[in-house]
């Protein structure tokens, strides 16, 4: 694989220098392009409209693909997790979430991640690698081929976020390119304006973000309302501390849109960050800075490994109330695929460690049994 194009990789018009490279001509690179990203192609053999001579060219020259499903877990409540390798060996999770009126797709920007969040599993990885712009966009055809079949034109629309393992603004240069690459009308076709990008609050990323003129939506992850708890849950806060944040999303603010608001999600970790007075200075720090910004509160979900615990439905309700009452729209995040740890904070738990564990969730998933198995009882 590794040296083998990667052709998912490739921007339309590096395709098409691409088959050039091999002597053949640029509306051969626009065919492939297509029957890659539009019919989610994933063998040469499938892009009927090429010379067999030429299949057999660019199969000893590249990839179609890179990423292998190891497992898939599908939820109770329809949600897909899918672990899926690198060339290399090392794991990627993505999640597809049917909506009803759109699919969410939830996909990892790096292996492991960096940042040492302490209520998130995908932490206590560490970072393996950053992706590639081809193994992000590959996520994205993978899941939609899971979902609905390769080559079967998508009922609804689709909507991205990059809110699985890694922190995307760490992977900047992959992540513009796998938007550039999904937006080509020719190919998939998702815009970023379809697209939120999640940070922990890699400041500089924030300015940079703001200047790019088709720009995805940027969510922060905030999670505490002072610097003193944030350092402890996100300890990213002691190179960026929450003032240094609130002055780039003010920068940011220029750039956003008619209608258009961030978001900031908060985990809600039960008697850690979520009483009535953490409720009161966040809202006390989002008036001070008079930001376009509406709060995600989703209540933790809690895996092995993972020392908190969620905050009660009442203790969420009340948080919500006082955001409101400060007039802060605030939402509660319905968690997705929570039985099979396909929930925010949740990836990386449970690979192979325990493998029949999972068997039993998948199946307990296709019975009609809907109620979600707490973790801890599956263990
Ligand atoms: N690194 C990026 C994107 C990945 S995390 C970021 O930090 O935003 C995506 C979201 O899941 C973040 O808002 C994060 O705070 C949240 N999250 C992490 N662990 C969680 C957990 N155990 N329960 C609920 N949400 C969690």
């Known amino acids: 694989m590794t040296d083998l194009i990667h052709l998912p990789d490739l921007t339309a018009a590096e395709l098409i220098d691409f088959v050039q490279s091999l002597g053949a001509p640029a509306y051969r690179g626009r065919q492939i392009f297509t029957a890659l990203h539009a019919r989610r192609t994933g063998d040469f053999d499938g892009i009927t409209e090429l010379p067999k001579a030429f299949r057999q060219q660019l199969s000893s020259r590249a990839a179609t693909r890179s990423l292998t499903v190891e497992q898939r877990y599908i939820s109770a409540d329809g949600t897909r997790r899918l672990l899926l390798k690198t060339h290399d060996n090392l794991p990627v999770e993505t999640v597809f979430i049917p909506e009803e009126r759109r699919d969410t797709i939830c996909f990892s920007s790096q292996s492991g991640c960096p940042l040492k969040c302490d209520f998130c599993l995908t932490a206590k990885l560490g970072l393996l690698r950053t992706l590639t712009a081809g193994e992000i966009v590959e996520q994205i055809i993978i899941s939609l081929n899971d979902a609905y079949g390769e080559g079967v034109e998508t009922p609804r629309g689709t909507n991205l976020v990059a809110m699985g393992a890694g922190e995307p603004m ?43 003129p088709d ?93 908190y615990l969620p905050s009660t439905p009442e203790r969420v309700a009340a ?54 198995a707490s973790p801890s009882s599956i263990v």
């Open 215 to 307: 720009r995805p939506h940027l969510a922060i992850s905030l999670s505490a309302p002072n610097d003193e708890l944030r350092n402890v849950l996100m300890p990213i806060n002691k190179r960026w501390s929450i003032a240094e944040l609130m002055q780039a999303c003010k920068a940011f603010e220029q750039s956003l849109k008619r209608g258009e608001r961030f978001t900031f999600e908060y985990v809600m970790l039960d008697g850690v960050n979520d009483g009535d007075e953490h409720a009161r200075e966040l809202a006390a720090l989002l008036k001070r800075h008079n930001l376009r910004a509406k709060v995600n509160l989703i209540p933790h979900n809690a895996a092995e490994g993972l020392a």
């Open 170 to 212: 760490l992977a900047f240069d992959s992540l513009m390119k796998a938007l550039s690459i999904m937006a080509d009308p020719k190919g998939l076709h998702i815009v970023p304006n379809r697209v939120t990008v999640s940070t922990a609050g890699i400041v500089p990323r924030i300015y940079e973000l703001a200047q790019i």
């Open 319 to 372: 948080f919500k109330g006082i955001l409101e009452s400060h007039n802060i729209a605030a939402y509660v995040r319905r968690p997705r695929g929570q039985d099979i740890y396909a929930a925010c904070g949740q990836l990386a738990a449970k690979r192979a460690s325990n493998p029949l564990a999972l068997t039993n969730i998948v199946a307990r998933s296709a019975s009609t049994q809907p109620s979600l």
